[in-house]
């Protein structure tokens, strides 16, 4: 395993669509992002990545398949085996085998579509997730997939094995979070359901619609509801692939917070202000320390559209002056995102 000892701090959603983003960081009050502004000052941008916002795999999720050595300019969009991944980690799977996240959900249905409620909404307990393995495995294996539950990813996310998995494009749950699902489900682009995947997308549209009405009046959602727990009505599919030899085997110093990410998918825009001012106080005035200290650092900020990463540039005595009387302004960089 190759060590990256560059400390390397990853911010999703540092920059967002939603009207009320912009106004939102306007409205913070003064400094409140000055050690972001700082670092900014003594780094350099030395990449970008920018895609359409309708890729399946969201910025902040390419840039960390890059540092973990997941993923490639090659890697096919949607196709970054995360799930196999955890697989090789925690199963001591083999290489040669297609894995998936398989994402127990709640679909919100509304009257022209279904939106995808938050996974964590649910609070499942690992005893509902035992429960609610057993009842769904029976039809996974009819179709060759075999549920696995690992205790190292919680009770919410479990691996699938099959060969269903290997080259089926599947969009990333932060995608899809809070939107209209239908989009996003695998197969729903033009030309996607072509060749080898149009045989497995089959498989898992007939298997989502069997999931729905076994789920739908089942007794396990029954006894959710009267506890006030929202009901289990669907899958995600996500983290598809397998997963070549040697690759995955980086060990960076990574950080990847997820508050901001939290409150945008929760509309909730007091707290994305203050998830902000909290992680420059926290990690982002620690990098400051270590870049002052003299030890090189490492800062990707994601938006919807693009990953931006700065690291620690070397400069004399003029550039610090000159660095002075050019300040980075740090939402000149938000808005790129």
């Not at 780094?43 to 309708?54: F, I, P, S, V, Y």
Request: net charge neutral; aromatic share 6%; proline share 7%.
């Amino acid at each position: 395993m190759r060590l990256d000892s560059t400390p390397h701090l990853l911010i999703p959603y540092a920059g967002c669509s939603a009207d009320a983003w912009l106004p939102t960081l306007q409205s913070m009050p003064p400094g409140s992002l000055q050690h972001l502004s700082r670092l900014l000052q003594a780094m350099k941008l030395t990449d970008t990545d920018r895609q359409a916002a309708d890729t399946l795999a969201p910025p902040h999720e390419r840039a960390q398949a890059r540092a973990l050595g997941l993923a490639s300019a090659e890697t096919a969009d949607g196709l970054t085996p995360w799930a196999a991944r955890d697989a090789a980690q925690h199963l001591s799977a083999g290489l040669d085998k297609a894995w998936a996240w398989i994402t127990p959900c709640h679909w919100a249905m509304g009257h022209l579509h279904a939106t995808l409620s938050d996974p964590a909404a649910l609070q499942l307990e690992p005893s509902d997730a035992h429960t609610l393995l057993a009842l769904m495995r029976p039809y996974f294996e009819t179709d060759g997939i075999t549920l696995h539950h690992a205790d190292a990813l919680g009770p919410g996310r479990w691996l699938a094995e099959g060969e269903v998995f290997r080259g089926l494009p599947t969009a990333s749950l932060d995608r899809v979070l809070a939107r209209n699902v239908d989009a996003w489900l695998p197969g729903a682009r033009p030309g996607s359901a072509d060749g080898a995947a149009g045989a497995g997308i089959k498989i898992l549209t007939r298997l989502q619609n069997e999931m729905q009405m076994l789920l739908y009046t089942h007794p396990f959602n029954d006894a959710r509801q009267a506890r006030g727990r929202l009901p289990v009505n669907s899958f995600w599919i996500s983290g598809t692939g397998s997963l070549p030899a040697g690759m995955g085997s980086q060990a960076p110093q990574l950080s990847l917070p997820r508050s901001l990410a939290q409150a945008v998918f929760r509309d909730d825009w007091s707290a994305y202000g203050q998830a902000w001012q909290a992680l420059d106080a926290g990690e982002l005035a620690a990098l400051l320390l270590q870049q002052r200290a003299g030890q090189a650092v490492r800062l990707t900020l994601c938006g919807e559209h693009a990953a931006m990463t700065f690291e620690t540039r070397r400069t004399g005595l003029l550039g610090k002056i000159s660095s002075l009387f050019s300040p980075v302004r740090f939402l000149d960089v938000l808005k790129q995102l």
